[in-house]
């Protein structure tokens, strides 16, 4: 049986003011897996992520046209409930962006919004996002310190695990590793890789090793355009378009 997609991007362009950023994208997201988004800079990767969970809607000149289709509604349409959506498709920036609280605090943020109070749900919670961002056993000693006080890759899987602690569907990680050691990387590898069953992830990267390690899909953007979307093998092994080869070999970038 074929699995539905969990989200359609239908003939989605994208204007920042005059200037078109995303040209005519169409592509499903399957639940289960993890999609690369690579491209050389400017391409449009950040900006067709950053769509997915409106948060262009805070540039004042961008301008939508298409559709994404989510849960059998367009996530563009009026009735779209802004914060609902954000709970369900989290995001993840090249920037770990903890707040200046402490670790169980920075996890929790979201279930104190929604008003949960019970301190055993809430300590739960902690645990199992703490667990399942691989970043337990290096803080679980330390739940009350400042968030601000660990590395950037353990700030990086602390920001991931107050992702996780709202419960979403789908994971936006924005270059997640690039500001990150190699070790650091490799552990969110580890941990994305772990997770994948139970979320849909969408990542953008300029790693090409990162891309072919973990993702089962991959997108080649270039000029706002998708130039070539399949399984990752057949991308980088034996790519349809010269450019998508030549992107993938290291010839430009
Ligand atoms: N807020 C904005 N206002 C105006 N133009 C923007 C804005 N954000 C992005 N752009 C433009 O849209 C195009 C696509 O940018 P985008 O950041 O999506 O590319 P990218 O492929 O993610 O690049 P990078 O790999 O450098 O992050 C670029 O030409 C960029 O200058």
Known sequence: MMTEPILQVKDLSLFYGKKQSLFDINMDFYPGEITA????SGSGKSTLLRSINRMNDLVPSAKVTGKIMYKDGDIYSSKTDMVELRKEIGMVFQ???PFPFSIYENVIYGLRLKGVKDKAIL????EES???ANIWDEVKDKLHSSALGLSGGQQQRVCIARVL???PDILLLDEPTSALDPISAGKIETMLLDLKERYTILIVTHSMQQASRISDRTAFFLNGELI?????????LDPKEQSTSDYVTGKFG
């Open 228 to 236: 070539e979307y399949d399984k990752t093998k057949k991308i980088f």
């Open 165 to 167: 602690a709202v419960n």
């Open 123 to 126: 300590d739960e919670a902690v």
């Open 130 to 132: 703490l667990k399942a």
């Open 95 to 97: 920037q770990p962006n």
């Open 37 to 40: 988004l690579i491209g050389p």
